[in-house]
């Protein structure tokens, strides 16, 4: 009791006994390739988050839908404090204080713009593109090692199943690293009407603060 292993059955063991009651059985030949964008229900997911202002990024649904949620919004104070504390030496962090680690925060980002976006972009699976690797590797692995990210991919499962993440490079994310900086919304929005686009401007759901807040109470494994 209070081992490594006892704490680690102990999580999977819900969620153990709710896939066996769920019965939803295995396809007999699983898919070779993850849906692609024009199909049904696939959002893709264009998101980053910044280590001080922010979280934000766009969403459609296939290549013919011309009018991408937006979202850009400002870290509240106590996920401003809780990326400061994580960014300090072990030593210089006030004790028990919440902690955020950046790729946590970008797998945030991911399933905050998917959530933004459900209500008028009902999806299914979700192609999330980024550019962080540890967020990307953790979506595509459906599971990780830290509490944080594991907390948050239970979350994004919730909304969907399959989720395919996409790293890129930094220079090719310009977009959402706008859009991590609430400053420059009105600018982006500005570009994508200009661009031919009718974007909407969306807010993350409040039950994703609550949720982020929880996972920075959980620092102990970082």
Same mark, same amino acid.
């Given at each position: 009791? =209070? ?32 849906? =692609? ?13 910044? =280590? ?9 649904? =296939? ?78 692995a459906a ?14 499962r919730e ?64």
């Open positions: 009791r =209070g081992s490594t292993l006892h704490v680690g059955l102990s999580r999977l063991l819900p969620h153990a006994i709710s896939l066996v009651d769920r019965n939803e059985g295995i396809p007999l030949a699983p898919r070779a390739r993850f849906a =692609g964008l024009d199909e049904p229900g696939v959002l893709l997911v264009v998101s980053d988050a910044s =280590g001080h202002d922010g979280c934000g990024g766009w969403a459609h649904l =296939g290549e013919a839908d011309r009018a991408p949620a937006v979202v850009s919004e400002a870290w509240p104070p106590w996920a401003r404090e809780a990326l400061r504390q994580f960014k300090l030496p072990a030593a210089q962090r006030s004790v028990g204080a919440p902690l955020l680690s950046m790729p946590a925060a970008e797998l945030f980002a991911t399933w905050a713009v998917a959530e933004a976006a459900a209500s008028a972009k009902p999806f299914t699976a979700v192609i999330a593109v980024g550019d962080c690797d540890p967020a990307a590797d953790a979506l595509d599971s990780s090692a830290t509490p944080q990210m594991s907390a948050l991919l239970a979350h994004a909304s969907a199943k399959q989720w395919l993440g996409v790293s890129v490079p930094r220079e090719w994310n310009l977009d959402a690293d706008r859009l991590s900086h609430p400053a420059e919304l009105g600018h982006v929005l500005r570009d994508a009407r200009l661009a031919g686009l009718s974007p909407s401007h969306v807010a993350i759901p409040e039950w994703c603060w609550r949720a982020l807040r929880d996972t920075t109470a959980l620092a102990a494994a970082l």
